[in-house]
């Protein structure tokens, strides 16, 4: 069983607020992952790590960063959200060259 | 450009077999992978296929044919359970996955 965890897994705020997305994982994952989902639609790539201190922005940054001091943390923040930001974010990990991804549970976010 | 494509929706009967098939055309591949996604839930790992041919797990199954850029995910004896989006995902030159839509799984008793 995955032990990858995400706060908050629900959020509502207002235009123009600063939010981070927390994502912990236990397993000693080096690659960490952010991506974006909306409904029906494919996952899209924001940022990635693989490993301390190394991060890289995906397809889609959207005015995001990332940082990764610890193995195990790997937060997002959002400094000005917009209503475009509304969406599911989801963290996942995975180890070495495996492509075997393991998911939070998401993180719902509505920018009002 | 890069693309995954399979469809949308997809309906069978509980008991029954569905085949979901996926065409794609990256830069590069370094394996395919299917995962399983229940409404509101995280994706999970399925299958990863890397070579032509099939790989079999339990009631799923999955194919690869690197030549025609294709692959599908047989499902057997289908459970109400497995209503499900079902997602494609291919590893490119640079070892990023490339996701499809997803393919939605309506069982039906």
């Known amino acids: 069983e995955a032990d990858i965890y995400q706060t908050p897994r629900y959020l509502v705020i207002g235009t123009g607020k600063k939010i981070t997305l927390e994502c912990s994982q236990t397993m000693g994952h080096d690659k960490m992952y952010w991506y974006q989902q909306d409904p029906g639609m494919e996952l899209h790539l924001i940022h990635y790590?693989?490993?301390?201190?190394?991060?890289e922005k995906g397809d889609l940054s959207s005015e995001s960063t990332v940082s990764r001091i610890r193995t195990e943390h790997f937060p997002l923040t959002l400094e000005s959200a917009r209503p475009s930001h509304t969406s599911q974010y989801l963290c996942?990990?995975?180890?070495?060259?495996?492509?075997?991804?393991?998911f939070g549970e998401g993180s719902r976010l509505t920018v009002l | 450009g890069q693309n995954i494509d399979q469809p949308t929706e997809m309906t069978a009967t509980e008991g029954a077999i569905v085949q979901i098939n996926c065409t794609y055309q990256?830069?590069?591949?370094?394996?395919l992978f299917w995962y399983q996604q229940h409404a509101g839930e995280a994706p999970t790992f399925l299958s990863y296929?890397?070579l032509d041919g099939l790989e079999e797990k339990g009631r799923f199954s999955s194919f690869l044919s690197r030549s025609k850029g294709y692959s599908y995910l047989l499902l057997k004896e289908l459970q109400m359970k497995d209503s499900a989006s079902y997602l494609c995902a291919v590893r490119d030159s640079n070892y990023q996955l490339i996701w499809g839509a997803g393919t939605k799984l309506i069982i039906k008793p």
């Open positions: 296929n890397v």
């Open positions: 790590s693989y490993g301390v201190n190394s991060t």
């Open positions: 996942a990990s995975s180890e070495g060259d495996s492509g075997e991804l393991f």
């Open positions: 990256t830069s590069g591949f370094n394996g």
